[in-house]
C-alpha cells in the first residue's frame, strides 16, 4: 500500500487564487512528520512546510498553510494569492519514527500546478 | 549559507559503464541522502549517510554504493549502468536526526544511459 498518496497529478488555477493540494498518508506510526516541497521545472527541491503528528496546530508559512486532519490522515496543502512563480511539481512526504528518526522521506507522486494570469 | 550542491549537473554514460555523482552537503550537516527521481515513479530513497556510514539503504541493487568522507561530502556510484538508470539523482542534507528536520536538496545530477 501506499504511504502517501496525491490524487491530483494536475490542478490550474488563476494568480490570486487560493489553491489546495490534497495528501493523504498512510502509518502506523504514532510519531511522524509531513513535509510539502516544491519542485520548479529547473529540478531542485524546495522545503516549503512541515508538520509534526503532535503538533496541536496547523503549521503555516508565509503564504502556505497546512490543513492537517489527523484522524483522516490528510495533510493538505494550502496556497493562498497563487502567484505565477508557484506553477511547478508539488511533493507531499512523510517522515515516520522517533525509532526511525533521521530514515529518509516517503515521497508521494506529486502535483503538478500550474498558475495562469 | 551555502546550499547543497552537487556535482556534474549533467552526465551522460552509456551502458555497462560506471558513474560517480558528487555531493556537498549544507555546513555543519552531518547526514547526506540521496534520491533517484526516474520518470513516472517519483522520488525513492537511496542511500543515507551519517558521519561516515551507511546507515540505511532503500530497496536498490548493490551495484549502487557511495561513501562519505571525513569532511561530510558524499560519493553515489552506480556500476554496470542500465538503461532504467536514467533519472535525476538528487541529494539532500540535514542538520542532526530530529523528526521535523527537513532535509535540503541540491539541483541534482541528471544521469543520462545511451
Known amino acids: 500500500a501506499q504511504k502517501i498518496t496525491q490524487t491530483q497529478p494536475g490542478m490550474f488555477v488563476q494568480e490570486k487564487e487560493a489553491v489546495t493540494l490534497d495528501c493523504t498518508y498512510d502509518t502506523s506510526d504514532p510519531s511522524y512528520g509531513l513535509f510539502w516541497y516544491k519542485q520548479p521545472s529547473s529540478g531542485e527541491m524546495i522545503f516549503l512546510i512541515y508538520q509534526g503528528s503532535y503538533d496541536q496546530q496547523n503549521a503555516t508559512e508565509g503564504r502556505y498553510s497546512l490543513n492537517f486532519q489527523k484522524a483522516r490522515k490528510s495533510a493538505n496543502l494550502v496556497i493562498s494569492a497563487s502567484q505565477l512563480g508557484d506553477s511547478a511539481m508539488y511533493f507531499c512526504?512523510?517522515?515516520?519514527?522517533?525509532?526511525?528518526?533521521?530514515?529518509?522521506?516517503?515521497f508521494g507522486k506529486g502535483t503538478t500546478l500550474s498558475v495562469s494570469s | 549559507e551555502a546550499g547543497v550542491t552537487q556535482s556534474p549537473t549533467h552526465l551522460i554514460k552509456t551502458r555497462g559503464q560506471q558513474a560517480t555523482l558528487r555531493c556537498s552537503p549544507i555546513?555543519?550537516?552531518?547526514?547526506v541522502y540521496w534520491y533517484q527521481q526516474a520518470l513516472g515513479l517519483g522520488l525513492q530513497f537511496l542511500l543515507w549517510?551519517?558521519?561516515?556510514?551507511?546507515?540505511n539503504r532503500g530497496n536498490f541493487p548493490p551495484r549502487f554504493s557511495g561513501r562519505q568522507f571525513p569532511n561530510y561530502s558524499s560519493e553515489l556510484n552506480v556500476n554496470a549502468l542500465e538503461l532504467e538508470d536514467s533519472a535525476l539523482y538528487l541529494c539532500?542534507?540535514?542538520?542532526?536526526?530530529?523528526?521535523?528536520?527537513?532535509?535540503?536538496f541540491g539541483d541534482g545530477t541528471r544521469l543520462s544511459i545511451l
Open positions: 539532500a542534507s540535514s542538520l542532526g536526526q530530529g523528526l521535523g528536520q527537513p532535509q535540503h
Open positions: 512526504a512523510m517522515r515516520e519514527g522517533p525509532n526511525q528518526a533521521g530514515t529518509a522521506l516517503i
Open positions: 549517510y551519517d558521519e561516515g556510514e551507511e546507515r
Open positions: 555546513s555543519g550537516h552531518t547526514s
